[in-house]
């Protein structure tokens, strides 16, 4: 997902425990109110459609999704509801901000390291379930200003810390209802029950991974010098494609690099088009 660009859906209704569960990736029996959920969606064949995080409040969930295509998730939760049990509302007051993990202020650090979801009236503040060495998200239910003194992380320096982490942004580095989520970390970004039974997408997945059936795997890489390849531009080196060109920042980048380039890890890779790139 987006760091930020992201909206917030309040979802209502009869079994919506059940109702998710047959429908992500995660395991719903995970989520509760200490201990939000990061999931996905896929298609009947597996391949990607959205992804998003669950906070689950007392009677309701909610979720938030990339913003460019939250009314199609909205579309595509409600093919699901067949009986018409379940309510999503978007949020339009809500909004994201973020705070890399070692530049939490002590006073939030330590209300947050005695629980993992910390709550006030006009805002919730849990650790992004992706990784435990991340960022702090904050959900305000208003205007953040004059709420609490905290300096929030700027774009460049979430990206940075992203990348390094491996930690896909499926606005730009996944291709809807084309790219398989074991390609690009799902797994160990912490949004893949491998035990909790079927889902839509299950099968497929499944067989990726207990087959080994996967290709490709993505890598943070860092540039040497040369000319960047562009997003999603193929890479070359003595004629055989490598990998694929993913989100970059300044001088690193992910890339989805082919699984057994995991040898040349700490070497250099003198691209087709004079780039010499670095696999971290």
Same mark, same amino acid.
């Given at each position: 997902?987006n760091?930020?660009d ?21 395991? &719903?029996?995970?989520? +509760? ?6 999931? @996905?969606?896929?298609?009947? =064949? ?23 295509r ?20 978007? !949020?339009?007051n809500?909004?994201?901000k $973020?705070?890399? !993990?070692?530049n939490?202020t ?6 947050? +390291? ?5 709550r ?10 992706? @990784? !435990? ?24 320096? $979430?990206? =940075? ?5 491996? &930690? ?8 809807y ?7 690009? +970390? ?19 997945? @499944?067989?990726? !991974?207990?087959r ?6 993505l =890598? ?13 531009e ?42 010499i790139?670095?696999?971290?």
């Amino acid at each position: 997902m987006n760091n930020t660009d992201t909206k917030i859906i309040k979802v209502c209704g009869k079994n919506i425990d059940n109702f998710f569960q047959n429908i992500i990736t995660n395991d &719903i029996n995970k989520l +509760n109110e200490n201990n939000p959920l990061y999931t @996905a969606m896929l298609s009947p =064949q597996g391949k990607y459609l959205y992804d998003f995080i669950i906070l689950k409040e007392k009677d309701f969930f909610l979720l938030e999704v990339n913003s460019n295509r939250v009314n199609y998730f909205i579309d595509e939760v409600k093919k699901y509801d067949i009986r018409k049990e379940i309510s999503l509302e978007l !949020k339009g007051n809500y909004k994201t901000k $973020v705070i890399i !993990k070692e530049n939490l202020t002590k006073k939030y650090y330590e209300k947050i +390291n005695k629980i993992r979801v910390y709550r006030e009236e006009n805002f919730s503040l849990f650790l992004d379930p992706r @990784a !435990k060495d991340f960022l702090y998200r904050f959900w305000f239910y208003c205007e953040p200003r004059n709420l609490i003194n905290l300096d929030f992380s700027e774009k460049k320096e $979430v990206e =940075q810390k992203r990348i390094s982490k491996k &930690i896909p942004n499926s606005n730009s580095d996944l291709i809807y209802n084309k790219s398989f989520i074991l390609n690009y +970390n799902f797994e160990t970004i912490n949004a893949i029950s491998f035990n909790k039974g079927c889902y839509v997408g299950q099968e497929n997945t @499944a067989r990726q !991974k207990f087959r080994g059936t996967q290709k490709y795997f993505l =890598q943070s890489i860092k540039f040497i010098s040369g000319s960047i390849p562009k997003l999603n531009e193929d890479i070359f080196v003595e004629g055989i494609k490598v990998g694929t060109m993913k989100s970059r920042c300044n001088d690193i980048a992910l890339c989805l690099m082919r699984k057994d380039l995991k040898k040349t890890k700490d070497k250099l890779l003198k691209t087709d088009n004079n780039c010499i790139l670095k696999i971290l």
